[in-house]
Protein backbone atom coordinates (compact mmCIF):
# COMPACT_ATOMS: atom_id res chain seq x y z
CA UNK A 1 0.00 0.00 0.00
CA UNK A 2 1.56 3.42 -0.97
CA UNK A 3 1.11 5.67 1.82
CA UNK A 4 -0.34 8.76 1.94
CA UNK A 5 2.70 10.96 3.04
CA UNK A 6 6.35 9.80 2.91
CA UNK A 7 9.61 10.92 3.60
CA UNK A 8 12.98 8.85 2.37
CA UNK A 9 16.12 9.43 3.44
CA UNK A 10 14.94 13.28 3.71
CA UNK A 11 17.47 15.92 4.49
CA UNK A 12 17.85 19.46 5.07
CA UNK A 13 20.71 21.99 5.38
CA UNK A 14 20.28 25.70 6.20
CA UNK A 15 23.84 26.88 4.39
CA UNK A 16 26.12 24.62 5.76
CA UNK A 17 24.38 23.32 8.67
CA UNK A 18 22.61 20.21 8.27
CA UNK A 19 19.31 20.23 10.78
CA UNK A 20 18.17 16.94 8.92
CA UNK A 21 19.99 13.47 8.38
CA UNK A 22 18.05 10.66 6.31
CA UNK A 23 14.30 10.85 7.74
CA UNK A 24 12.19 8.07 7.27
CA UNK A 25 7.85 9.15 7.88
CA UNK A 26 5.30 7.84 6.95
CA UNK A 27 1.48 8.55 7.39
CA UNK A 28 -1.24 6.59 6.62
CA UNK A 29 -4.81 7.86 5.35
CA UNK A 30 -6.83 9.10 8.40
CA UNK A 31 -4.15 8.36 10.82
CA UNK A 32 -3.11 10.94 13.44
CA UNK A 33 0.89 11.15 13.99
CA UNK A 34 3.27 12.89 16.57
CA UNK A 35 6.99 13.98 16.58
CA UNK A 36 7.91 14.97 19.54
CA UNK A 37 11.89 16.36 19.83
CA UNK A 38 13.77 18.68 22.18
CA UNK A 39 14.10 22.43 20.82
CA UNK A 40 16.23 22.78 17.94
CA UNK A 41 15.82 18.96 17.39
CA UNK A 42 14.43 19.56 13.62
CA UNK A 43 10.65 19.27 13.88
CA UNK A 44 9.92 22.42 12.19
CA UNK A 45 12.58 22.01 9.45
CA UNK A 46 10.80 18.94 8.67
CA UNK A 47 7.30 20.18 8.48
CA UNK A 48 8.39 23.24 6.59
CA UNK A 49 10.58 20.82 4.21
CA UNK A 50 7.28 18.72 3.36
CA UNK A 51 5.52 22.46 2.58
CA UNK A 52 8.24 23.30 0.13
CA UNK A 53 9.68 26.27 2.34
CA UNK A 54 12.83 24.25 2.62
CA UNK A 55 14.53 22.61 -0.48
CA UNK A 56 14.29 18.55 -0.84
CA UNK A 57 15.28 16.02 -3.29
CA UNK A 58 12.33 15.39 -5.35
CA UNK A 59 12.21 11.69 -4.06
CA UNK A 60 12.59 12.66 -0.55
CA UNK A 61 8.76 13.84 0.06
CA UNK A 62 6.34 11.49 -1.41
CA UNK A 63 2.24 12.30 -1.50
CA UNK A 64 0.05 9.06 -2.67
CA UNK A 65 3.20 7.61 -4.26
CA UNK A 66 4.05 10.95 -6.18
CA UNK A 67 7.64 12.77 -5.57
CA UNK A 68 6.54 16.12 -4.26
CA UNK A 69 10.21 16.97 -2.62
CA UNK A 70 10.85 20.63 -3.50
CA UNK A 71 7.81 21.76 -5.17
CA UNK A 72 6.99 25.00 -4.56
CA UNK A 73 4.31 25.77 -1.42
CA UNK A 74 1.33 27.01 -3.68
CA UNK A 75 1.90 23.59 -5.47
CA UNK A 76 2.28 21.92 -2.22
CA UNK A 77 -1.03 23.13 -0.71
CA UNK A 78 -2.92 22.84 -3.71
CA UNK A 79 -2.64 19.37 -3.09
CA UNK A 80 -3.94 19.12 0.00
CA UNK A 81 -1.48 19.42 2.85
CA UNK A 82 -1.57 22.41 4.90
CA UNK A 83 0.81 23.68 8.05
CA UNK A 84 0.10 25.21 10.96
CA UNK A 85 3.04 27.45 11.33
CA UNK A 86 4.98 27.92 13.79
CA UNK A 87 4.15 30.92 15.72
CA UNK A 88 0.35 30.90 14.46
CA UNK A 89 2.03 33.82 11.79
CA UNK A 90 -1.10 35.56 11.41
CA UNK A 91 -1.67 38.17 8.85
CA UNK A 92 -1.76 40.97 11.16
CA UNK A 93 -3.04 43.70 9.48
CA UNK A 94 -6.00 41.37 7.93
CA UNK A 95 -8.87 40.36 9.87
CA UNK A 96 -10.05 37.47 11.17
CA UNK A 97 -12.28 36.62 8.42
CA UNK A 98 -10.03 37.65 6.20
CA UNK A 99 -7.23 35.50 7.38
CA UNK A 100 -9.78 32.40 7.32
CA UNK A 101 -10.23 33.50 3.67
CA UNK A 102 -6.34 33.44 3.02
CA UNK A 103 -6.47 30.01 3.69
CA UNK A 104 -9.10 29.28 1.22
CA UNK A 105 -6.48 31.34 -1.60
CA UNK A 106 -5.81 28.00 -3.55
CA UNK A 107 -9.79 26.96 -4.31
CA UNK A 108 -9.64 23.40 -3.19
CA UNK A 109 -13.05 22.11 -3.03
CA UNK A 110 -13.73 20.18 0.22
CA UNK A 111 -15.74 20.36 3.85
CA UNK A 112 -14.58 23.35 5.11
CA UNK A 113 -15.97 26.46 4.77
CA UNK A 114 -16.21 30.01 6.77
CA UNK A 115 -19.08 28.71 8.66
CA UNK A 116 -18.18 25.10 9.33
CA UNK A 117 -14.73 26.66 10.60
CA UNK A 118 -17.14 29.37 12.86
CA UNK A 119 -18.95 25.92 14.34
CA UNK A 120 -15.62 24.41 15.58
CA UNK A 121 -14.67 27.57 16.80
CA UNK A 122 -17.77 29.85 17.88
CA UNK A 123 -15.59 32.34 19.60
CA UNK A 124 -13.73 33.76 15.94
CA UNK A 125 -17.15 34.20 14.10
CA UNK A 126 -18.06 36.40 17.25
CA UNK A 127 -14.62 38.35 16.77
CA UNK A 128 -14.49 37.61 12.89
CA UNK A 129 -14.24 41.63 12.26
CA UNK A 130 -11.59 42.19 14.60
CA UNK A 131 -7.51 42.01 14.08
CA UNK A 132 -5.50 39.24 14.77
CA UNK A 133 -3.34 41.39 17.12
CA UNK A 134 -6.41 42.17 19.39
CA UNK A 135 -6.77 38.42 19.90
CA UNK A 136 -5.78 36.39 22.71
CA UNK A 137 -3.16 33.06 22.29
CA UNK A 138 -5.35 30.83 22.11
CA UNK A 139 -7.72 32.57 19.81
CA UNK A 140 -4.62 33.61 17.45
CA UNK A 141 -3.66 29.70 17.62
CA UNK A 142 -7.76 28.61 16.58
CA UNK A 143 -7.34 31.69 13.75
CA UNK A 144 -4.52 29.63 12.70
CA UNK A 145 -5.69 25.97 12.78
CA UNK A 146 -9.04 27.31 11.04
CA UNK A 147 -7.45 28.92 8.30
CA UNK A 148 -5.69 26.04 7.53
CA UNK A 149 -8.75 23.89 7.54
CA UNK A 150 -10.13 26.52 4.60
CA UNK A 151 -7.44 25.17 2.14
CA UNK A 152 -8.90 21.93 2.97
CA UNK A 153 -6.07 19.41 3.62
CA UNK A 154 -5.80 15.88 3.40
CA UNK A 155 -3.22 15.92 5.91
CA UNK A 156 -2.62 18.89 8.34
CA UNK A 157 0.77 19.29 9.60
CA UNK A 158 0.69 21.43 13.33
CA UNK A 159 3.52 22.78 14.54
CA UNK A 160 3.83 23.29 18.61
CA UNK A 161 0.04 23.97 19.02
CA UNK A 162 0.90 24.62 22.53
CA UNK A 163 3.27 26.95 22.36
CA UNK A 164 3.14 29.43 24.69
CA UNK A 165 -0.62 28.40 25.67
CA UNK A 166 -1.80 28.23 29.24
CA UNK A 167 -2.76 24.23 29.97
CA UNK A 168 -6.58 25.03 30.07
CA UNK A 169 -6.07 27.14 26.63
CA UNK A 170 -4.08 23.91 25.30
CA UNK A 171 -6.99 21.37 26.09
CA UNK A 172 -9.38 24.05 24.27
CA UNK A 173 -7.18 24.17 20.84
CA UNK A 174 -6.72 20.16 21.31
CA UNK A 175 -10.49 19.81 21.57
CA UNK A 176 -10.86 20.55 17.62
CA UNK A 177 -8.68 17.50 16.75
CA UNK A 178 -11.66 15.15 16.99
CA UNK A 179 -14.05 17.03 14.30
CA UNK A 180 -11.01 17.59 11.79
CA UNK A 181 -10.22 13.91 11.64
CA UNK A 182 -13.50 12.77 11.29
CA UNK A 183 -13.36 14.44 8.28
CA UNK A 184 -11.04 11.81 7.21
CA UNK A 185 -8.31 14.12 7.59
CA UNK A 186 -4.34 12.96 8.37
CA UNK A 187 -3.11 14.99 11.28
CA UNK A 188 0.54 15.00 12.06
CA UNK A 189 1.26 17.35 15.18
CA UNK A 190 4.72 18.62 16.48
CA UNK A 191 5.28 18.80 19.85
CA UNK A 192 7.95 19.34 22.90
CA UNK A 193 4.76 18.45 25.25
CA UNK A 194 5.13 14.62 25.32
CA UNK A 195 1.74 14.18 26.95
CA UNK A 196 0.09 15.99 24.81
CA UNK A 197 1.33 14.13 22.00
CA UNK A 198 0.93 11.13 23.18
CA UNK A 199 -2.65 11.52 24.02
CA UNK A 200 -3.50 12.30 20.89
CA UNK A 201 -1.64 10.24 18.30
CA UNK A 202 -2.03 6.60 17.08
CA UNK A 203 1.75 6.72 16.29
CA UNK A 204 5.07 8.88 17.73
CA UNK A 205 8.30 10.19 16.16
CA UNK A 206 11.11 11.21 18.61
CA UNK A 207 13.75 13.55 16.67
CA UNK A 208 16.73 14.40 18.76
CA UNK A 209 19.99 16.50 16.19
CA UNK A 210 18.24 16.13 13.10
CA UNK A 211 17.77 12.08 13.06
CA UNK A 212 14.59 9.89 14.35
CA UNK A 213 16.03 8.51 17.47
CA UNK A 214 12.43 6.39 18.29
CA UNK A 215 8.83 5.46 16.73
CA UNK A 216 5.90 3.24 17.64
CA UNK A 217 2.43 3.19 18.93
CA UNK A 218 2.50 5.33 22.63
CA UNK A 219 1.60 2.01 24.20
CA UNK A 220 4.69 0.64 23.35
CA UNK A 221 6.79 3.28 24.26
CA UNK A 222 7.51 3.63 27.95
CA UNK A 223 8.69 6.25 29.60
CA UNK A 224 12.24 5.77 29.88
CA UNK A 225 12.34 4.52 26.21
CA UNK A 226 10.97 8.35 25.34
CA UNK A 227 12.83 10.14 28.00
CA UNK A 228 16.46 8.52 26.47
CA UNK A 229 15.48 9.39 22.59
CA UNK A 230 14.08 12.94 23.47
CA UNK A 231 17.34 14.24 25.67
CA UNK A 232 19.85 11.90 24.57
CA UNK A 233 20.69 10.42 27.74
CA UNK B 1 -8.80 87.35 2.29
CA UNK B 2 -10.27 85.88 -1.03
CA UNK B 3 -6.48 85.64 -2.06
CA UNK B 4 -5.72 83.08 1.12
CA UNK B 5 -8.77 81.16 0.24
CA UNK B 6 -7.57 80.79 -3.34
CA UNK B 7 -4.22 79.92 -2.41
CA UNK B 8 -5.41 77.04 -0.59
CA UNK B 9 -7.63 75.99 -3.33
CA UNK B 10 -5.53 76.05 -6.10
CA UNK B 11 -3.16 74.53 -4.10
CA UNK B 12 -5.40 71.62 -2.67
CA UNK B 13 -5.86 70.79 -6.56
CA UNK B 14 -2.14 70.80 -7.44
CA UNK B 15 -2.70 68.43 -4.42
CA UNK B 16 -4.92 66.07 -6.07
CA UNK B 17 -1.81 65.89 -9.17
CA UNK B 18 0.83 64.63 -6.53
CA UNK B 19 -1.17 62.55 -5.39
CA UNK B 20 -1.61 60.83 -8.11
CA UNK B 21 2.11 60.88 -8.55
CA UNK B 22 2.27 59.13 -5.44
CA UNK B 23 -0.47 56.45 -5.57
CA UNK B 24 1.61 53.98 -7.36
CA UNK B 25 4.30 54.52 -5.12
CA UNK B 26 2.76 54.40 -2.36
CA UNK B 27 1.19 50.97 -3.11
CA UNK B 28 4.38 49.37 -4.25
CA UNK B 29 5.96 50.58 -0.92
CA UNK B 30 2.64 48.92 1.44
CA UNK B 31 2.88 45.38 -1.19
CA UNK B 32 6.15 44.73 -1.23
CA UNK B 33 8.59 47.61 0.52
CA UNK B 34 10.10 48.52 -2.74
CA UNK B 35 11.24 51.89 -3.16
CA UNK B 36 11.08 52.85 -6.87
CA UNK B 37 13.49 55.37 -7.24
CA UNK B 38 12.48 54.51 -11.13
CA UNK B 39 9.03 55.94 -10.53
CA UNK B 40 9.43 59.53 -11.82
CA UNK B 41 10.28 58.19 -14.69
CA UNK B 42 7.56 55.56 -15.26
CA UNK B 43 5.25 59.24 -14.92
CA UNK B 44 7.55 60.77 -17.75
CA UNK B 45 7.53 57.30 -19.82
CA UNK B 46 3.41 57.47 -19.62
CA UNK B 47 3.44 61.22 -20.57
CA UNK B 48 5.50 59.93 -23.90
CA UNK B 49 3.25 56.89 -24.40
CA UNK B 50 -0.01 58.93 -24.32
CA UNK B 51 2.06 61.62 -26.32
CA UNK B 52 2.69 58.96 -29.09
CA UNK B 53 -0.91 57.80 -29.03
CA UNK B 54 -2.17 61.21 -29.41
CA UNK B 55 0.28 61.74 -32.68
CA UNK B 56 0.05 58.25 -34.00
CA UNK B 57 -3.98 57.89 -34.25
CA UNK B 58 -4.90 61.52 -33.56
CA UNK B 59 -7.00 60.76 -30.46
CA UNK B 60 -7.28 63.87 -28.15
CA UNK B 61 -5.10 63.55 -24.67
CA UNK B 62 -7.36 62.55 -22.08
CA UNK B 63 -8.93 59.55 -23.96
CA UNK B 64 -5.44 58.59 -24.97
CA UNK B 65 -6.09 56.98 -21.34
CA UNK B 66 -8.01 54.22 -23.26
CA UNK B 67 -4.48 53.38 -24.66
CA UNK B 68 -1.73 54.63 -22.29
CA UNK B 69 -3.55 52.55 -19.13
CA UNK B 70 -3.12 49.13 -20.23
CA UNK B 71 0.21 49.39 -21.64
CA UNK B 72 1.48 51.16 -18.69
CA UNK B 73 -0.22 47.89 -16.52
CA UNK B 74 1.77 45.34 -19.22
CA UNK B 75 5.01 47.29 -18.79
CA UNK B 76 4.55 47.22 -14.97
CA UNK B 77 3.65 43.67 -15.33
CA UNK B 78 6.85 42.76 -17.37
CA UNK B 79 9.07 44.89 -15.38
CA UNK B 80 7.89 43.42 -12.10
CA UNK B 81 8.33 39.65 -13.32
CA UNK B 82 11.25 40.23 -15.25
CA UNK B 83 13.57 42.45 -13.47
CA UNK B 84 12.06 43.66 -10.02
CA UNK B 85 11.34 40.28 -8.37
CA UNK B 86 14.57 39.05 -8.82
CA UNK B 87 16.01 42.24 -6.15
CA UNK B 88 13.75 41.70 -3.36
CA UNK B 89 14.65 39.75 -0.51
CA UNK B 90 18.34 40.48 -0.72
CA UNK B 91 18.58 43.67 1.77
CA UNK B 92 17.28 46.94 1.04
CA UNK B 93 20.56 47.98 -1.47
CA UNK B 94 19.52 45.76 -4.43
CA UNK B 95 15.74 47.31 -5.18
CA UNK B 96 17.45 50.48 -4.96
CA UNK B 97 20.16 49.92 -7.40
CA UNK B 98 18.35 48.66 -10.21
CA UNK B 99 15.57 50.90 -9.73
CA UNK B 100 17.94 53.91 -9.87
CA UNK B 101 19.56 52.21 -13.08
CA UNK B 102 16.21 51.86 -14.40
CA UNK B 103 15.65 55.61 -13.92
CA UNK B 104 19.24 55.76 -15.71
CA UNK B 105 18.12 53.95 -19.18
CA UNK B 106 14.59 55.09 -19.48
CA UNK B 107 15.93 58.55 -19.32
CA UNK B 108 18.33 58.15 -22.15
CA UNK B 109 15.94 55.89 -24.06
CA UNK B 110 13.39 58.37 -23.89
CA UNK B 111 16.17 61.03 -25.00
CA UNK B 112 17.16 58.84 -28.15
CA UNK B 113 13.51 58.27 -29.24
CA UNK B 114 12.20 61.53 -29.15
CA UNK B 115 15.20 64.39 -28.15
CA UNK B 116 15.56 66.84 -25.55
CA UNK B 117 13.14 69.10 -26.99
CA UNK B 118 9.88 69.56 -24.51
CA UNK B 119 6.79 69.06 -25.39
CA UNK B 120 3.29 69.31 -24.13
CA UNK B 121 0.02 67.47 -24.75
CA UNK B 122 -2.64 70.46 -26.05
CA UNK B 123 -6.37 69.84 -24.79
CA UNK B 124 -8.12 72.98 -26.32
CA UNK B 125 -10.18 75.23 -24.55
CA UNK B 126 -11.11 73.07 -21.64
CA UNK B 127 -7.28 73.20 -20.04
CA UNK B 128 -8.40 76.87 -18.97
CA UNK B 129 -12.08 77.53 -18.69
CA UNK B 130 -12.77 77.75 -15.12
CA UNK B 131 -15.92 78.34 -13.03
CA UNK B 132 -16.53 81.52 -11.27
CA UNK B 133 -17.06 81.51 -7.79
CA UNK B 134 -16.56 84.95 -6.43
CA UNK B 135 -15.37 88.22 -7.92
CA UNK B 136 -11.67 87.34 -7.53
CA UNK B 137 -12.20 83.31 -7.00
CA UNK B 138 -12.04 80.75 -10.01
CA UNK B 139 -11.79 76.93 -9.66
CA UNK B 140 -10.39 75.60 -12.69
CA UNK B 141 -12.41 72.93 -14.92
CA UNK B 142 -8.78 70.82 -15.37
CA UNK B 143 -7.38 71.08 -11.96
CA UNK B 144 -10.68 69.85 -10.58
CA UNK B 145 -11.24 67.00 -12.82
CA UNK B 146 -7.12 65.90 -11.85
CA UNK B 147 -8.33 66.61 -8.13
CA UNK B 148 -11.40 64.20 -8.68
CA UNK B 149 -9.56 61.92 -10.39
CA UNK B 150 -7.48 61.22 -7.44
CA UNK B 151 -9.78 61.18 -5.10
CA UNK B 152 -11.55 58.23 -7.55
CA UNK B 153 -8.07 56.68 -8.08
CA UNK B 154 -7.31 56.50 -3.75
CA UNK B 155 -10.71 55.27 -3.70
CA UNK B 156 -10.88 52.73 -6.26
CA UNK B 157 -7.39 51.39 -4.84
CA UNK B 158 -8.71 51.19 -1.32
CA UNK B 159 -12.15 49.52 -2.50
CA UNK B 160 -9.18 46.74 -4.41
CA UNK B 161 -7.21 46.00 -1.40
CA UNK B 162 -10.06 45.81 0.87
CA UNK B 163 -13.04 43.80 -0.72
CA UNK B 164 -11.14 41.76 -3.28
CA UNK B 165 -9.90 38.58 -3.14
CA UNK B 166 -6.68 39.92 -5.17
CA UNK B 167 -6.40 42.60 -2.50
CA UNK B 168 -6.62 40.50 0.73
CA UNK B 169 -3.79 38.68 -0.98
CA UNK B 170 -1.67 41.85 -1.76
CA UNK B 171 -2.34 43.16 2.37
CA UNK B 172 -1.25 39.28 3.30
CA UNK B 173 2.00 38.92 1.40
CA UNK B 174 2.61 42.46 2.47
CA UNK B 175 2.03 41.31 5.59
CA UNK B 176 3.99 37.71 5.28
CA UNK B 177 5.13 36.36 2.22
CA UNK B 178 6.32 33.21 3.00
CA UNK B 179 2.71 32.23 5.13
CA UNK B 180 1.34 33.89 2.33
CA UNK B 181 2.85 31.37 -0.10
CA UNK B 182 1.81 28.61 2.27
CA UNK B 183 -2.03 29.14 1.33
CA UNK B 184 -0.99 29.35 -2.46
CA UNK B 185 0.16 32.95 -2.93
CA UNK B 186 1.91 32.92 -6.35
CA UNK B 187 4.04 36.20 -4.84
CA UNK B 188 5.94 36.85 -8.07
CA UNK B 189 2.65 36.57 -10.00
CA UNK B 190 0.99 39.06 -7.22
CA UNK B 191 4.03 41.45 -7.14
CA UNK B 192 3.64 41.89 -11.02
CA UNK B 193 -0.42 42.71 -10.37
CA UNK B 194 0.58 45.40 -7.78
CA UNK B 195 3.07 46.89 -10.18
CA UNK B 196 0.96 46.69 -13.40
CA UNK B 197 -1.90 48.38 -10.90
CA UNK B 198 0.73 51.00 -9.71
CA UNK B 199 1.52 51.92 -13.11
CA UNK B 200 -2.35 51.83 -13.98
CA UNK B 201 -2.27 54.81 -11.31
CA UNK B 202 0.87 56.19 -13.18
CA UNK B 203 -0.53 56.93 -16.62
CA UNK B 204 -3.28 59.11 -15.34
CA UNK B 205 -0.38 61.03 -13.46
CA UNK B 206 1.52 61.15 -17.11
CA UNK B 207 -1.41 62.19 -19.20
CA UNK B 208 -2.19 64.76 -16.60
CA UNK B 209 0.75 65.98 -16.35
CA UNK B 210 1.70 66.13 -19.94
CA UNK B 211 -1.39 68.30 -20.19
CA UNK B 212 -0.84 70.84 -17.36
CA UNK B 213 3.29 71.25 -17.88
CA UNK B 214 5.93 71.39 -20.61
CA UNK B 215 7.70 67.63 -20.12
CA UNK B 216 11.30 65.98 -20.90
CA UNK B 217 12.76 63.55 -20.72
CA UNK B 218 14.70 64.44 -17.77
CA UNK B 219 11.80 65.74 -16.00
CA UNK B 220 11.28 62.11 -13.54
CA UNK B 221 13.57 62.80 -10.95
CA UNK B 222 11.54 65.69 -9.08
CA UNK B 223 8.38 64.02 -10.23
CA UNK B 224 9.65 61.41 -7.82
CA UNK B 225 10.71 63.82 -5.31
CA UNK B 226 7.42 65.19 -4.65
CA UNK B 227 5.63 61.67 -4.68
CA UNK B 228 7.71 60.70 -2.14
CA UNK B 229 7.51 63.77 0.20
CA UNK B 230 3.91 63.10 -0.22
CA UNK B 231 4.07 59.63 1.23
CA UNK B 232 5.83 60.61 3.57
CA UNK B 233 3.91 63.50 4.93
CA UNK B 234 0.71 61.30 4.72
CA UNK B 235 2.69 57.89 6.28
CA UNK B 236 3.79 55.13 4.77
CA UNK B 237 1.43 52.72 3.56
CA UNK B 238 -1.66 54.40 3.87
CA UNK B 239 -3.32 55.74 0.65
CA UNK B 240 -5.90 58.48 2.04
CA UNK B 241 -2.62 59.85 3.80
CA UNK B 242 -1.08 60.13 0.52
CA UNK B 243 -3.49 62.21 -0.83
CA UNK B 244 -3.63 64.32 2.19
CA UNK B 245 0.20 64.42 2.05
CA UNK B 246 -0.13 65.89 -1.64
CA UNK B 247 -2.11 68.49 -0.75
CA UNK B 248 -0.15 69.68 2.20
CA UNK B 249 2.61 69.64 -0.28
CA UNK B 250 0.54 70.98 -3.15
CA UNK B 251 -0.50 74.22 -0.64
CA UNK B 252 2.70 74.13 1.03
CA UNK B 253 4.04 74.55 -2.83
CA UNK B 254 1.09 77.00 -3.67
CA UNK B 255 2.06 79.80 -0.94
CA UNK B 256 5.23 79.72 -1.04
CA UNK B 257 4.83 80.70 -5.01
CA UNK B 258 2.48 83.59 -3.44
CA UNK B 259 4.93 84.70 -1.26
CA UNK B 260 8.25 84.41 -4.19
CA UNK B 261 7.85 82.50 -6.91
CA UNK B 262 11.51 80.90 -6.29
CA UNK B 263 9.80 80.07 -3.03
CA UNK B 264 7.69 77.23 -4.63
CA UNK B 265 9.57 74.16 -4.08
CA UNK B 266 11.24 75.33 -1.47
CA UNK B 267 8.45 75.71 0.78
CA UNK B 268 7.02 71.94 0.02
CA UNK B 269 10.26 70.92 1.47
CA UNK B 270 10.38 72.84 4.02
CA UNK B 271 6.73 71.18 4.74
CA UNK B 272 7.95 67.78 4.25
CA UNK B 273 11.06 68.52 6.91
CA UNK B 274 8.53 70.23 9.22
CA UNK B 275 6.17 66.89 9.24
CA UNK B 276 9.47 64.92 9.60
CA UNK B 277 10.53 66.38 12.38
CA UNK B 278 7.36 66.39 14.58
CA UNK B 279 5.78 63.49 13.01
CA UNK B 280 8.98 60.95 11.91
CA UNK B 281 6.32 58.13 10.54
CA UNK B 282 4.09 60.60 8.83
CA UNK B 283 0.53 61.92 9.62
CA UNK B 284 -1.50 58.71 9.14
CA UNK B 285 0.63 56.18 9.60
CA UNK B 286 -0.41 52.44 8.97
CA UNK B 287 -1.54 50.89 12.74
CA UNK B 288 0.83 47.34 12.27
CA UNK B 289 3.96 47.50 10.39
N1 LIG C 1 16.55 29.67 9.21
C1 LIG C 1 17.52 28.95 9.82
N2 LIG C 1 18.81 29.19 9.53
C2 LIG C 1 19.80 28.47 10.12
N3 LIG C 1 19.59 27.47 10.99
C3 LIG C 1 18.32 27.17 11.30
C4 LIG C 1 17.22 27.90 10.74
N4 LIG C 1 16.07 27.41 11.24
C5 LIG C 1 16.44 26.41 12.07
N5 LIG C 1 17.78 26.27 12.11
C6 LIG C 1 18.53 25.28 12.90
O1 LIG C 1 18.08 24.01 12.52
C7 LIG C 1 17.93 23.19 13.65
C8 LIG C 1 16.53 22.66 13.74
O2 LIG C 1 15.65 23.74 13.96
P1 LIG C 1 14.09 23.54 14.04
O3 LIG C 1 13.64 22.72 12.91
O4 LIG C 1 13.47 24.89 14.18
O5 LIG C 1 13.93 22.73 15.41
P2 LIG C 1 12.64 22.46 16.28
O6 LIG C 1 11.44 22.88 15.52
O7 LIG C 1 12.67 21.01 16.55
O8 LIG C 1 12.82 23.27 17.53
C9 LIG C 1 18.33 24.03 14.85
O9 LIG C 1 19.67 23.75 15.17
C10 LIG C 1 18.22 25.45 14.36
O10 LIG C 1 19.15 26.28 15.00
MG1 LIG D 1 10.05 24.27 16.02
Known sequence: MTALLETQALEARYGDFQALFGIDLALQDGETVAI????????????????????????????????IGGAAPEAIVARGIALVPEGRRLF??????????????????????????YRLFPVLEERRRVSGIQLSGGQQQMVAIGRALMANPEILLCDELSLGLAPIIIRDVYAALPAIKAEGTAVVVVEQDINQ???????????????VTLQGRPEELDRERIRAAYFGV | MTGAIDTILQGTLLGGLYALFAAGLSL??????????????LIVLAAYTAFLAVQLTGIDPLSSLIIVVPVMFVIGYALQRGLLNATLGRGILPPLLVTFGLSIIIQNALLQGFSADSRKLLLGPFETASIPLGPDLAIGWFPLLIFATAVVVIAALQALLHRTRIGRAFRAVSDDPETARLYGVDHRHLFAMAMGVALAVVSFAGVFLAIRTNFDPAIGPARLLFAFEAVIIGGLGSLWGTLAGGVILGIAQTVGAKIDPAWQLLAGHIAFLLVLIFRPRGLFPRAVD
Not at chain 1, 37 to 60: F, H, M, Q, V
Not at chain 1, 97 to 111: F, I, Q, S, V
Not at chain 2, 28 to 41: K, S
Open chain 1, 36 to 67: IGANGAGKSTLLRTICGLNAAAPEAVRHRGQA
Open chain 1, 92 to 117: LSLTVEENLLMGAYAKRPGPWTLQRV
Open chain 1, 197 to 211: ALAVAGRVYCLMAGR
Open chain 2, 28 to 41: IFGVMRLVNIAHGD
